[in-house]
């Protein structure tokens, strides 16, 4: 049995406790902090938790519970701050996305995770949906030849996207799913948001962008949350277009297990997408707990995720900027 506390009492912690953590029996969480009054309240009404066992501080809940790992899904503005407050307290951690909004300050905590010899991964859950696996090994098999042409969509008509920073609630994600399925890291990005975004705080509820990888690959990704059409699944509508075929993912409506190759003839054949044996945030649960117990590492370790950040932080700044960005590199 792997004990942890949980830090972040909002709507996804919530549904955190409501439907993740029971898909694995031999994880348990023993302490809940938030550092709202209301949030602590709340989950104590709605799940019936015991009073003590409830905490506004890590500190608190870590002495208290004797836990050796946290989970964090707490608010975006937190996640540096409880970053470290949990690696510096000995705890491994599980941490929400976006890791960061910059790369120096992501590498810095994965550092002192590693100096610490603390597993510290990032719920980059996107990555544990059955077609990326199956998509990312069709291009490490040159299913399709050379690759030429990527272009993603993601379009759903969702509220909590539209009213905050679709860059970084979502694009996040994207960032990430590319540097996973094609094996290359952000080279530039370009990106002309919706809204004016002069910081990470200010809303927008989308962006078109053109982001170049590693080996002169280039996608052409739009984000959007309004406008009539159906929903894409949330890890987009991917085209992949090489000199030997077109490789689809996802399907509008919301249909994220529509994997096929289109040959130059226009011939489609599906291809089969297993189910996971854990799907999405449990899978990566699965891995964080394992890697705690000293096998395997998480589904995206931190230090591999600053990288994902870096082209976040580009994004950032072109938006800002209006100019095409250079995405750090060390
Ligand atoms: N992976 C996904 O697909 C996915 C989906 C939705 C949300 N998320 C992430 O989950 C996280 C939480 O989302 P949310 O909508 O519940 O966020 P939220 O903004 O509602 O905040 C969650 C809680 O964090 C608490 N909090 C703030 N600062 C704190 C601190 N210093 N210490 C302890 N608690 C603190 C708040 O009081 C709040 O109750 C975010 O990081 C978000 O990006 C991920």
Redesign the pocket.
């Known amino acids: 049995m792997t004990d942890l506390i949980q830090?972040?009492?909002?709507?996804?912690?919530l549904d955190w406790a409501a439907k993740i953590f029971p898909q694995l029996p031999d994880v348990r969480v023993t302490g809940w902090?938030?550092?709202?009054p209301d949030?602590r309240a709340a989950f104590i009404a709605s799940t019936g938790a015991a009073p003590d066992t409830v905490f506004a501080t890590?500190r608190e809940a870590l002495e208290a519970t004797g836990a050796v790992a946290a989970i964090a899904?707490?608010?975006?503005?937190?996640?540096v701050?409880?970053a470290r407050q949990v690696l510096e307290a000995g705890a491994h951690l599980l941490l929400?996305?976006?890791f960061a909004l910059d790369a120096a300050t992501a590498r810095e905590l994965a550092d002192l995770a590693a100096k610490r010899g603390l597993v510290f991964g990032i719920?980059q859950?996107y990555r544990i949906f059955p077609g990326a696996p199956i998509v990312r090994d069709l291009l490490a098999r040159q299913a399709v030849g050379t690759v030429r042409r990527v272009s993603l969509e993601w379009h759903r008509d969702h509220r909590g996207v539209r009213e905050s920073n679709a860059l970084v609630?979502l694009a996040i994600?994207h960032f990430d799913l590319m540097r996973y399925l094609f094996g290359r890291d952000g080279v530039a990005i370009t990106c002309v948001p919706v809204a004016p975004v002069r910081s990470a705080e200010d809303r927008t509820p989308g962006a078109s962008l053109i982001v170049e990888l590693d080996g002169g690959l280039t996608v052409d990704y739009v984000l959007a949350s309004q406008g009539a059409g159906p929903e894409t699944p949330w890890p987009g509508v991917w085209r992949i277009s090489g000199d030997d075929g077109l490789i689809t993912w996802g399907a509008a409506p919301d249909d994220h297990r529509a994997v096929s190759i289109t040959d130059p003839a226009g011939n489609v054949t599906a291809v089969e997408v297993p189910e996971l044996p854990l799907f999405e945030?449990a899978g990566v649960l699965r891995a964080f707990v394992d890697a705690v117990a000293g096998s395997g590492e998480p589904t995206s370790p931190a230090a591999d995720n600053a990288r994902s950040v870096a082209m976040l932080e580009a994004a950032l700044t072109s938006a800002r900027t209006g100019s095409r960005t250079k995405v750090g590199r060390w």
């Open positions: 830090i972040g009492l909002g709507p996804w912690g902090v938030d550092s709202s949030a890590v899904p707490v608010a975006i503005g937190a996640h701050a409880v929400e996305k976006p719920d859950n609630e994600h945030r």
